[in-house]
T-cell receptor, first 112, second 112 residues
Framework: DADVTQTPRNRITKTGKRIMLECSQT?????MYWYRQDPGLGLRLIYY???????NKGEISDGYSVSRQAQAKFSLSLESAIPNQTALYFC???????????FGQGTRLTVV | SQQGEEDPQALSIQEGENATMNCSYK?????LQWYRQNSGRGLVHLIL?????REKHSGRLRVTLDTSKKSSSLLITASRAADTASYFC????????????FGRGTQLTVWP
């Protein structure tokens, strides 16, 4: 089983719909992250959380919200999806005190 | 905006040849890492070099870091077709250890 699991793996949704992407981890890490990847580009940070009561904005948080329901779960929501949010979304985790990140397999989101 | 730049953006070589990828960044860093991404899939950590280190090896990988030039290189020796992937240079800086900054990546193609 994957240590960092994202659901769904693929999603097509319509403009204006609310959508939630979920991430769960079995690594026991405190820190969790949501990134977005657009074609030909590296990853950009949307939100991150260093523990259950901690939520921080990243570079591109507008139009997104997150919830850290438990140490192992971190969900990303698009309140009203728009086409330019079509991208590949990655969840990642890391241990406190470590720079190394562990990534999920990604969620490919298409907004039509 | 991207926080670093890889060079070249694309590299095509034959099996058995060495592949060298370079990256530059703009600020002082704590650590520099290289990650690999197979087409549209999750990223996998390859190697980490700390800001006070100049060179590091791991199997067929050799990473160098020149903090005075704000640059790093990744050398893959005796490349294989299975090395075909995108390679990302990633750094962290300041006090937020787990927050990572990605370059655009180098797409490496290794022909059998």
């Amino acid at each position: 089983d994957a240590d960092v699991t994202q659901t769904p793996r693929n999603r097509i949704t319509k403009t204006g719909k609310r959508i939630m992407l979920e991430c769960s981890q079995t690594k026991g890490h405190d820190r969790m992250y949501w990134y977005r990847q657009d074609p030909g580009l590296g990853l950009r940070l949307i939100y991150y959380s260093f523990d259950v009561k901690d939520i921080n904005k990243g570079e591109i948080s507008d139009g997104y919200s997150v919830s850290r329901q438990a140490q192992a779960k971190f969900s990303l929501s698009l309140e009203s999806a728009i086409p330019n949010q079509t991208a590949l979304y990655f969840c990642a985790t890391s241990e406190s005190g470590s720079a190394e990140a562990f990534f999920g397999q990604g969620t490919r989101l298409t907004v039509v | 905006s991207q926080q670093g730049e890889e060079d070249p953006q694309a590299l095509s070589i034959q099996e058995g040849e060495n592949a060298t990828m370079n990256c530059s960044y703009k600020t002082s860093i704590n650590n520099l890492q290289w990650y690999r991404q197979n087409s549209g899939r999750g990223l996998v950590h390859l190697i980490l070099i700390r800001s006070n280190e100049r060179e590091k090896h791991s199997g067929r990988l050799r990473v160098t870091l020149d903090t005075s030039k704000k640059s790093s290189s990744l050398l893959i020796t005796a490349s294989r077709a299975a090395d075909t992937a995108s390679y990302f240079c990633v750094h962290d800086r300041g006090s937020t250890l787990g927050r990572l900054y990605f370059g655009r990546g180098t797409q490496l193609t290794v022909w059998p």
